[in-house]
Structures are given as structure tokens and as C-alpha cells.
């Protein structure tokens, strides 16, 4: 277990500077650059800016610098936002995308894989069809159309919740609902798919000729296994819910990194970008790591070596 | 002093010709009968002062930077003026000049030397006081070369400036800024600016504190490091969330600050800025962040506010290619855009038609007659051009930045060519980085743009047209033009420079590297419980004249009992 951890953390170094350097040449690649404007910069000042983030130099010595500080997660100020360096904005946004997250994860859980058991567990009823409606709902209903009808709704008109902006636990409600959704039918209609496999094997039914209560044979032995898939799906779901998404971050104007990145982008800010993907990169590596360590956990056959 | 008195007046007169069309502010202007539940009709959304004395905007997109000697845009210059004063301070409907810091100039007839009088007792933040030598400081700062100000050419009206900025003159002596003692500030300029004291009023112009730049570097803006001479100081700050102000107790007119606090929040979404508004949880939206689908609805509201802005929206046309190097082939293009058609059915008059480069009335400047919608004489045009019928015209496209706004208007105008001229373009869109790349470097046949001017003067437009200027972006270069600018620029009399600058747009126009299609309107929703903020056309607001009428709600009843007693 150790030994596969350790060789797993080790490969994180190779793929890390396989992304950081694809990153450092294809954001350098794209059409424009960070101080092209509308409105046009001296001649003067462009150069001195220029000079002032390295630009001036040749490009394989800026890899060379832009490696030898990423090393010390240090990837220097954002070329947008000058008076701020990458590694304080990612430091001050990444915590609200955490806790927008988590909240919705959490969420997402506590109510999809009690549908996905039920509906499972009452397979070709109405409550499995009833479940399945909304599951599906749910994952079809984009963010976009379901976030402002819920500002409409529960905000505008019921006056239940503040429309946007993050300050106070009332904020929160709003956002995390709908970021949750689609989380929740994908949830519950993974747990069903599980479940329903899992119901099936000798060992449930061992499980109930024992002539254990239904309801131990479900919760007890069943859901243990029954949510694997839902396991691997939190990997990738979870770093990608944490780092914040772009559309809901702009409908209720959340200071998260989904933003960040999406705007980096488009302003060509070489070391924001750079630095959010490598942040990203790495959160999705420890999480798929940690989805493995579970998997041990939650089932006795899988061995790691 | 006459040039500058006859300006300020003049712009007096050309505001009080923008403000109409803006709506009236106050229940004294409610009709007698207005009741609580009428009340609610009149306004968008929630309508009841808030308790306390916080004023709480959204100032859209994050700013980038908020030094005021190196920030560029509106949001980042509206957190500049909050928190810092310059020499001089905008009327809040006219924009005329008032006194700020200093509490008066004088100039030489010539109009070449300025001198600016500051008030006694001004302080920083920090208690020190504001001298003139700050301002000699800040206004060197920006020119610099190694400060890398992206809007030095704001000061260069200032003898050397220009040279000193772009590295030619290496003595700061000798740009034309002196502080002869604590209280005087002398600039002198390279020609007669009629302008040059409105231009303190702007963001670049206003002092910043030496002491903390040289303590802080990069840093100095950081609550908890900044010092600033304005009505507020700066308390909190969150990326892309918001900046807190509070009143500041060593503002030199503190007493007629009336707001306690201000919250500027970073919203960039248009419909969360709205719906922010109508929830009552922001009291402004600031221009620019209402959906444009949603304004023929809001129109209707009273607290919606509609006026002129100084911005043009217009077809670049690339003259470095062929056909478009031909100048009949710009005419016709020209005159087949019905600019009227756009502006009722496609934009619904939300902006107006315009088919001038500047788009505003100026003191003194008559427009030259503009582009107008003329099907026969564009089909002559380009018949002339060598395509009779639209016979062997290339095709050419259109290029604009992905946006839904900018396609509509690009597909009307194409089926206008196609109808009128007979000849077809293509459209092409790019998303924001490749689409600057592409017309900075002429890679494009007619692109899609748009100018704000920065100061009420048209030089700030026709500065565009100029050979080889950064933002001429068309290849077009005339020296005729060119001389007719030059010429303006060294006139000592405003009334034949103004006819010297007429004659530029009216050259501008014919030959047609620009093709204006509507000038920019403001459009912003302002809670009818706030005082003091009016369209201006600069889109600038001074928030010291701002206040929060608790009353308001109290007060509405009132008049209409009033009106019925005088029945």
C-alpha cells in the first residue's frame, strides 16, 4: 500500500511537467498576447512591460525561469492583475470554490444515493420511475436555465434568498442547489445501476436466506459495494466541483477560480493560466489517488500493488 | 483665462442639451396621486431606502489595477475617483470643471501656461498634507518611461511630456511641470489645449502618495497600505468580489460628504446585476450593466436612466486591401447602411443612429453633415469604383468579436449590401485576443469597432484618423489630414480651430476608413432614493456629491396629498 502510493506521487513529477509545459507553449501560442488592447499601449510602455515580466527574452529561457519557480509554486504576478501574484489569487478564490464544493457534493450525495438505493430496491415501480423522471431532469437541465429560474423563483419573487453575491450563509443557498443537481441525478442514477447489479450476486441472496431483514441486507451488505461506481465517479467530480464552475460562479457572482481561469484565458494571462492549470492538475491527481485508496476500503477484492 | 471660462461654458450648454431625454429624479416630480402601490409600478423592482448610509454599486468587470497613475477603463478609474481628488472635480451633470484641490486657476492668454491655486490645508489619509510638488511628482511618474503608464498620452498636452515619455528626453526638468512652492502648481503646455483643465479631472491627473509608493512598490494600493487625498478611503478590498470605502475624516470638504460608506461590488454577469438591483441589494448598476434585450422593457421605469454617452460604434475598413483601397468603394459601402433601420428594428432605439466620427454636440463645433442612407448614390459609387451592379466585386468579410450583439448588426448590414450593392461579404467572428491581434495588425477587410472618448473635445475621435496612430488600425493615411489636425493643435483661437476640426471630419467622413453606424447611449438603473447621479456623458460620477434620501418613501404621500389640497 505504501510502496503504491509513493510510486504514485512520484509519477504526479513527470505528468505535472508534461502539463506545465504544454500549458507554457500553447497559451504563448494563441493569437494576441497579455497587452494587446482595444485602446493601443505606447510603443514605450509595451516594451518596458515587456521587460518587466521577462517577455523580452528568449522563449527557452523564460521556460527555464517559469520552470525553476514553478518548482517553488511560485509562478510570479498575474499579467491582468499586476499588483497581485498567481499563487495569492489562487490562495484567496480556491477557498470559496472549495466550500461552494463541498456543500454541493455533500448535497449531492445525502440525496442521490438514497434515490438511487430506492429506486433500485423498488425497480419498475412507480417510486423507481418517479426517481428516474427526476434524475434525468435533472441532468438535462442545464445550469444556466436552472440557476436564474431559481433566482426567479425563490429570490425575485419569494424573496426567500439573496439573488447573488457571496456573503453570509444565506448566499450559499442559491448556488449550491444548483450546482448540486446535475450531481444529484448523476448520483442517484449511478447508485441504482450499482445497486441493481450488486442485488443480484450470490452473496445478497446468502445474505437474505440467512433470513436477515431486508433493510440490514440493503444498508449492511448491498450498499457497501453498491456504490463503487458512484466512488469513481467523486474522483473527477469532486476536483471539478471544487474548482469551481464557470457558469455558476457568473450567475451568482461567487469570487471562485472557475472564473479566474475562463477570463485568464481569454486575456491571454500567461502566468494565471499557467498557474490554474497546474493547481487543477494536481488536485485531480490527489483525487483520483484517494478515490483508489478507497476503493480497498470499500471493496475486500481489489488489492493495490 | 477667456479660452478656459468660454469652454466651461460652452460644455455647460452642451450637457444641458444631453441631459434632455434623462428622467426626473425626486417625488417633487411625481404626479399628485402617486400612492405606495402605484409607487412600486413607477420603479423596477424594491424601492425602500435602505437604513443606513452605504451606498452600494456595481462597478462591473474586476478592476485590473487601481493605481490611478496607471489604471486604464472605467471601472478601474471609477475606484480611482472615489478614493482620490485631482486638481479639479466634475460638475455631476455638466462635467464642467470645479474647484478640487485647487480652488482656482488662471491662464496665460495664450493659453499655454496654466496655473492652479491648491486650497490650504489639504491632508492625506495619513495626515500629511497634499502639496504641489505631490502633483509635479505623480503627473512625472506617469511619464516616466520605466512606470510603463498605458495612458501617459493622457498629460502629453504638457510641454515635453510626450518626449520625456517615450524615452527622447531623458531631463524630467524640462517637461513642463513646476512646483514653485506648496500651494502652486505651474504646467505649461506644447499648444493651446482649450481642454486642459477639464483633463485634471481625469483619473491619470490625480496625485498619489510618494511616501507609500516608495515604502510599497506594486503593493501601495492594498488596504492597509493606501493613502489617498479623496472624500473616501479605501477599507477592504476582494478580488472580484468588492472594494469598502468609508468617509474619510481628512477630506478637506468632509462636511458636505454625505454617505458613510461605499460598496463597489465586481459583477460582471448583466442579468445578476439586475437582478441585484431589483432585490434592492445594489442601489446603481452603472452603465453598461443592463442587458441591452432588457431596455425597450425598462424604459418604461422611471428609475431607468437613458442618455448620450461619448462613444461610437463603427466599420474599420482595412485600405491596405483591395478594393477597399479605393475610396468610392468606401463611399458606396458607406451609403448603402441605413443607419436608421438598425437603430428602430434592430436595436430597438436603444442606441441612436449617428453617421459622424464624434458623437456628441461640443461647445463650438458644428458637425459636418453626416452619412446618410442614399441606395442610388452608392450603386453610382461603386459603379465608379469600376463593379457596376456589384459586377467582379471580390468578396470581402466582416470581422467582430464573438458576441450575439455584434453578429445581428453584422448580418443587417450585410443583407443591406447585398440589396443595395449587389455584392456579397462574408462574416467572420474571433474570440476577443485573436480579433485585437487580427485589426492591430491589419489582418481583416472591415472590422467591427468602437471608440469612447476620453475628453469633451472632438480631438479625442479624430485623433484616430491620424497617420501611423496606434489606434488608426485601417492603414489609412492622409496628409491632408494629417496638416488639418497639426493645424488645429497650434490654433490659438478656439473658434477657428473648431472650423479647422470640421473640416477634418468632414474629409474623415468622405473618405471613409470609418464607418460610424450608431453612437453609444448610457443605460444604467438608479434607485429613485439616490441623489446626485445623472447620465453624463463621460459616464462619470463624482460620489461625493452623492446622497441616500431616507425620506424618499415618507415623502411620496405627502405630494400627493399636497396636490390634492390644491384642488
Excluded at chain 2, 488639418?484 to 472650423?499: F, S, T
Aim: hydrophobic share 45%; proline share 7%.
Amino acid at each position: 500500500m505504501t510502496t503504491f502510493i509513493l510510486r504514485r506521487v512520484l509519477l504526479f513529477v513527470p505528468t505535472l511537467w508534461a502539463i506545465a509545459t504544454l500549458t507554457f507553449f500553447m497559451v504563448r501560442l494563441a493569437p494576441g498576447g497579455p497587452f494587446l488592447a482595444e485602446r493601443d499601449i505606447p510603443a514605450a510602455a509595451r516594451a518596458q512591460l515587456a521587460h518587466t515580466y521577462g517577455l523580452d527574452q528568449p522563449l527557452t529561457a523564460q521556460y527555464t525561469r517559469f520552470l525553476a519557480n514553478a518548482v517553488r509554486l511560485d509562478f510570479g504576478p498575474s499579467y491582468k492583475f499586476p499588483a497581485r501574484q498567481v499563487r495569492e489569487i489562487i490562495a484567496e478564490a480556491f477557498p470559496v470554490s472549495l466550500e461552494l464544493g463541498v456543500w454541493a457534493l455533500l448535497l449531492a450525495l445525502l440525496v442521490g444515493v438514497p434515490i438511487g438505493v430506492i429506486a433500485a430496491v423498488r425497480q419498475n415501480t412507480a417510486a423507481d420511475t418517479a426517481a428516474m423522471g427526476l434524475a434525468l431532469a435533472g441532468v438535462s437541465i442545464p445550469n444556466y436555465v436552472l440557476g436564474p429560474t431559481l433566482v426567479l423563483g425563490l429570490s425575485l419573487s419569494l424573496f426567500l434568498f439573496p439573488p447573488a453575491l457571496w456573503q453570509g450563509p444565506e448566499s450559499r443557498v442559491l448556488p449550491v442547489l444548483t450546482l448540486a443537481t446535475t450531481y444529484v441525478a448523476y448520483i442517484a442514477r449511478l447508485t441504482r445501476a450499482g445497486m441493481l447489479e450488486v442485488l443480484r450476486q450470490d452473496f445478497v441472496r446468502t445474505a437474505r436466506a440467512k433470513g436477515l431483514a431486508e433493510r440490514a441486507v440493503v444498508m449492511k451488505h448491498a450498499l457497501k459495494l453498491g456504490v463503487l461506481p458512484v466512488v469513481s465517479y467523486l474522483g473527477p467530480a469532486s476536483a471539478g466541483v471544487i474548482m469551481g464552475s464557470l457558469v455558476v460562479e457568473k450567475i451568482f457572482a461567487v469570487p471562485g477560480l472557475g472564473r479566474h481561469l475562463v477570463n485568464a484565458a481569454f486575456n491571454r494571462d500567461y502566468t494565471l493560466v499557467t498557474g490554474i492549470v497546474l493547481f487543477y492538475a494536481g488536485f485531480l491527481m490527489t483525487f483520483n489517488l484517494l478515490v483508489d485508496i478507497a476503493y480497498t476500503r470499500l471493496d475486500p477484492r481489489i488489492e493495490l500493488s | 483665462m477667456m479660452p478656459v471660462r468660454a469652454w466651461a461654458r460652452a460644455a455647460l450648454l452642451a450637457a444641458v442639451a444631453l441631459g434632455a431625454g434623462c428622467r426626473n429624479t425626486g417625488p417633487a416630480a411625481a404626479p399628485p396621486a402617486a400612492h405606495t402601490a402605484a409607487l412600486e409600478r413607477r420603479y423596477f423592482g424594491d424601492s425602500s431606502p435602505p437604513s443606513d448610509n452605504t451606498f452600494r454599486f456595481n462597478n462591473g468587470a474586476e478592476p485590473e489595477i487601481y493605481d490611478p497613475g496607471l489604471a486604464v477603463g472605467q471601472p478601474d478609474g471609477r475606484v480611482c475617483r472615489i478614493m482620490f481628488e485631482g486638481l479639479t472635480v466634475p460638475d455631476p451633470v455638466t462635467l464642467a470643471p470645479l474647484p478640487g484641490q485647487a480652488e482656482r486657476w488662471e491662464s496665460t492668454p495664450d493659453g499655454l501656461t496654466y496655473t492652479f491655486h491648491l486650497r490650504r490645508g489639504l491632508a492625506w489619509t495619513d495626515g500629511a498634507p497634499v502639496t504641489a510638488g505631490d502633483f509635479a511628482w505623480s503627473w512625472l511618474r506617469v511619464l516616466r518611461p520605466a512606470t510603463a503608464a498605458r495612458y501617459a498620452s493622457m498629460l502629453y498636452p504638457i510641454a515635453n511630456a510626450e518626449a520625456y515619455n517615450n524615452g527622447t528626453l531623458a531631463d524630467s526638468t524640462q517637461v513642463g511641470i513646476r512646483a514653485p512652492d506648496d500651494s502652486t502648481l505651474v504646467v505649461r503646455l506644447s499648444h493651446p489645449t482649450p481642454y486642459f483643465v477639464f483633463m485634471t479631472e481625469f483619473y491619470t491627473y490625480l496625485p498619489v502618495p510618494r511616501r507609500v509608493i516608495e515604502r510599497y512598490g506594486s503593493q501601495w494600493t492594498r488596504p492597509g497600505n493606501i493613502v489617498s487625498n479623496g472624500p473616501f478611503s479605501l477599507v477592504e478590498w476582494r478580488q472580484a468580489d468588492h472594494f469598502t470605502f468609508v468617509k474619510s475624516r481628512t477630506y478637506w470638504d468632509a462636511a458636505n460628504v454625505r454617505l458613510d460608506k461605499v460598496i463597489a461590488y465586481s459583477v460582471e454577469d448583466l442579468n445578476t446585476s439586475v437582478n441585484l438591483y431589483k432585490a434592492g441589494a445594489i442601489h446603481w448598476t452603472t452603465s453598461g450593466y443592463v442587458p441591452s434585450q432588457f431596455i425597450p422593457y425598462l424604459m418604461q421605469f422611471e428609475d431607468f436612466q437613458h442618455g448620450r454617452y461619448h462613444g461610437v460604434y463603427f466599420y474599420s475598413v482595412n485600405v491596405t486591401r483591395k478594393p477597399l483601397d479605393n475610396p468610392w468603394v468606401r463611399r458606396a459601402l458607406n451609403y448603402a447602411i441605413d443607419r436608421d433601420a438598425i437603430a428602430n428594428d434592430l436595436l430597438k432605439r436603444t442606441r441612436d443612429p449617428w453617421g459622424n466620427m464624434t458623437p456628441i454636440p461640443y461647445a463650438g463645433y458644428e458637425h459636418p453633415p453626416g452619412l446618410t442612407y442614399d441606395p442610388v448614390r452608392a450603386r453610382e459609387c461603386l459603379a465608379r469604383a469600376g463593379f457596376p451592379d456589384g459586377r467582379g466585386f471580390p468578396k470581402v468579410a466582416i470581422l467582430f468579436n464573438t458576441s450575439e450583439d455584434h453578429r445581428r448588426l453584422a448580418e443587417a448590414i450585410q443583407a443591406m449590401w447585398k440589396q443595395v450593392l449587389h455584392i456579397d461579404v462574408e462574416l467572420s467572428n474571433q474570440e476577443w485576443g485573436s480579433y485585437l491581434e487580427a485589426t492591430t495588425t491589419l489582418h481583416y477587410d472591415i472590422a467591427r469597432r468602437s471608440w469612447i472618448g476620453d475628453y469633451l473635445d472632438p480631438t479625442t475621435f479624430l485623433g484616430l484618423g491620424v497617420s501611423n496612430d496606434g489606434n488608426n488600425r485601417t492603414g489609412w493615411s492622409n496628409p491632408r489630414y494629417d496638416a488639418l489636425l497639426h493645424a488645429a493643435a497650434a490654433e490659438p483661437d478656439p473658434v477657428k480651430r473648431m472650423r479647422t476640426l470640421r473640416d477634418a471630419e468632414a474629409l474623415l467622413l468622405d473618405e471613409g476608413p470609418f464607418i460610424p453606424v450608431y453612437h453609444y447611449t448610457i443605460n444604467d438603473l438608479v434607485k429613485p432614493y439616490v441623489r446626485g447621479i445623472q447620465p453624463t456623458a463621460l459616464d462619470t460620477h463624482d460620489l461625493k456629491f452623492v446622497w441616500i434620501d431616507h425620506g424618499f418613501r415618507r415623502n411620496a404621500p405627502a405630494v400627493a396629498t399636497a396636490g390634492n389640497q390644491g384642488q
